[in-house]
């Protein structure tokens, strides 16, 4: 195993260490978990996208797992892929490049690129032929935490015309989309299917691959979500829509593929009344709690490593920055016994959080330590 741990769970760093800083608990054995899932789930090549979880412990241990593609939207991500795997497949995915950043990426030697415009194609034109262009698609689909729809994509009309002209540079034609982050409805992806085999007909283009994207939903809150399901709605689907012309399918997830691989321990710093401040908040690994909260994903032990289980109420909680919008946006339920020196210790947290976390007024989560298991 890459990153062999040092410690056996959380629990038992927590109680030796007493890290009075946020710390970040990475188990490499569930990011390989994932990744076994995806390749043995998901009927195309799966590749991952890279800007959920750019760590090199992450992305060793996918490699370790079997997977040697990634979606990339920089030259820094494609150089951090390429430092822990040589021959890794590269799809730049990112369809807004700088001319520059197409001339590097030519010289690393990407595999494929996603375009939803006439002036980024034309940049595309230094790329060898033979390359993999896929056309991407927005539709107005709801069913995600937030819409990708309104920032890039071509529409139905657009895309027609654009998949044309790849098939006439030359290219190898291709489609994405990406129904949107912590999608959680396959309906989604039905929808983005069939509409990309109407655009591939219009075109008259037969697409070499479609790719549905990332949007696979993490588990926050509630029953963990069926990723079979999933799935077998998107292999289903292809053959509904394209018939025996059925492309050959890629996914790149990131959220659901690193969520699992992070748990997040914060301590609690002061308690006034019904509030709480804790030692990380979202300028830290709490960024995304704005947009895509854990619910009932959080437990609480004590120094001792006792865990607290008072009934569970409602409290304000703060991070530790001195901005006042550094606050969880609703209450969080915790243990009524809840004290001060307690560790609030949040499941699910290895996709976006350590990725967006700065270090504002000084905290923010301290380097990933590894551990065996997350639980005895
Ligand atoms: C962010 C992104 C992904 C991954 O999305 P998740 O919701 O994390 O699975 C995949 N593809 C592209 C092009 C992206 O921008």
């Given at each position: 195993?890459?990153?062999?741990?040092?410690?056996?769970?959380?629990?038992?760093?927590?109680?030796?260490?007493?890290?009075?800083?946020?710390?970040?608990?990475?188990?490499?054995?569930?990011?390989?978990?994932m990744?076994?899932?995806?390749?043995?789930?998901?009927?195309?090549?799966?590749?991952?996208?890279?800007?959920?979880?750019?760590?090199?412990?992450?992305?060793e241990?996918?490699?370790?797992?079997?997977?040697?593609?990634?979606?990339?939207?920089?030259?820094?991500?494609?150089?951090?892929?390429?430092?822990?795997?040589?021959?890794?497949?590269?799809?730049?995915?990112?369809?807004?490049?700088?001319?520059?950043?197409?001339?590097?990426?030519?010289l690393?030697?990407?595999?494929?690129?996603?375009?939803?415009?006439?002036?980024?194609?034309?940049?595309?034109?230094?790329?060898?032929?033979?390359?993999?262009?896929?056309?991407?698609?927005?539709?107005?689909?709801?069913?995600?935490?937030?819409?990708?729809?309104?920032?890039?994509?071509?529409?139905?009309?657009?895309?027609?015309?654009?998949?044309a002209?790849?098939?006439?540079?030359?290219?190898?034609?291709?489609?994405?989309?990406?129904?949107?982050?912590?999608?959680?409805?396959?309906?989604?992806?039905?929808?983005?299917?069939?509409?990309?085999?109407?655009?591939?007909?219009?075109?008259?283009?037969?697409?070499?691959?479609?790719?549905?994207?990332?949007?696979?939903?993490?588990?926050?809150?509630?029953?963990?979500?069926?990723?079979?399901?999933?799935?077998?709605?998107?292999?289903?689907?292809t053959?509904?829509?394209?018939?025996?012309?059925?492309?050959?399918?890629?996914?790149?997830?990131?959220?659901?593929?690193?969520?699992?691989?992070?748990?997040?321990?914060?301590?609690?710093?002061?308690?006034r009344?019904?509030?709480?401040y804790?030692?990380?908040?979202?300028?830290?690994?709490?960024?995304?709690?704005?947009?895509?909260?854990?619910?009932?994903?959080?437990?609480?032990?004590?120094?001792?490593?006792?865990?607290?289980?008072?009934?569970?109420v409602?409290?304000?909680?703060?991070?530790?920055?001195?901005?006042?919008?550094?606050?969880?946006?609703?209450?969080?339920?915790?243990?009524?016994?809840?004290?001060?020196?307690?560790?609030?210790?949040?499941?699910?947290?290895?996709?976006?959080?350590?990725?967006?976390?700065?270090?504002?007024?000084?905290?923010?989560?301290?380097?990933?330590?590894?551990?065996?298991?997350f639980?005895?």
């Amino acid at each position: 195993m890459k990153s062999d741990p040092i410690w056996s769970t959380p629990d038992d760093h927590l109680r030796k260490a007493l890290p009075d800083t946020a710390q970040l608990y990475f188990c490499p054995a569930e990011v390989q978990r994932m990744a076994r899932r995806f390749q043995a789930g998901f009927s195309g090549l799966v590749s991952y996208a890279v800007k959920a979880n750019p760590a090199p412990e992450v992305l060793e241990n996918l490699v370790a797992a079997g997977l040697h593609a990634f979606d990339v939207a920089s030259v820094a991500e494609m150089r951090a892929v390429r430092a822990v795997c040589p021959d890794a497949v590269l799809h730049y995915n990112n369809p807004v490049r700088s001319r520059v950043e197409v001339a590097q990426a030519a010289l690393i030697g990407i595999a494929s690129a996603s375009v939803d415009c006439a002036g980024e194609l034309a940049k595309l034109a230094v790329l060898p032929r033979g390359t993999e262009i896929s056309v991407r698609l927005a539709l107005p689909v709801k069913g995600a935490a937030y819409d990708f729809g309104t920032k890039f994509g071509a529409g139905p009309d657009q895309a027609v015309n654009l998949l044309a002209q790849v098939a006439a540079m030359g290219f190898t034609p291709a489609m994405t989309f990406h129904p949107g982050t912590q999608c959680g409805d396959a309906g989604a992806w039905a929808a983005y299917i069939h509409a990309c085999a109407v655009v591939a007909v219009r075109a008259d283009v037969r697409l070499a691959r479609l790719n549905v994207g990332g949007g696979f939903a993490a588990h926050r809150g509630g029953a963990a979500p069926d990723l079979g399901a999933v799935f077998a709605r998107i292999t289903q689907e292809t053959h509904a829509a394209f018939g025996a012309d059925a492309p050959q399918l890629v996914c790149e997830p990131g959220r659901a593929m690193v969520a699992e691989a992070c748990q997040l321990a914060t301590r609690v710093k002061s308690l006034r009344g019904d509030a709480v401040y804790l030692n990380d908040g979202i300028y830290g690994a709490l960024a995304e709690w704005r947009d895509i909260t854990g619910h009932d994903r959080l437990r609480v032990v004590t120094a001792d490593g006792a865990t607290r289980a008072g009934a569970l109420v409602p409290r304000i909680v703060f991070g530790p920055t001195c901005d006042s919008i550094d606050r969880l946006p609703d209450p969080v339920l915790l243990p009524s016994d809840l004290s001060e020196e307690d560790y609030v210790i949040f499941a699910g947290m290895g996709a976006y959080g350590s990725a967006i976390a700065t270090r504002f007024n000084g905290y923010g989560p301290d380097a990933m330590v590894t551990v065996a298991a997350f639980s005895a």
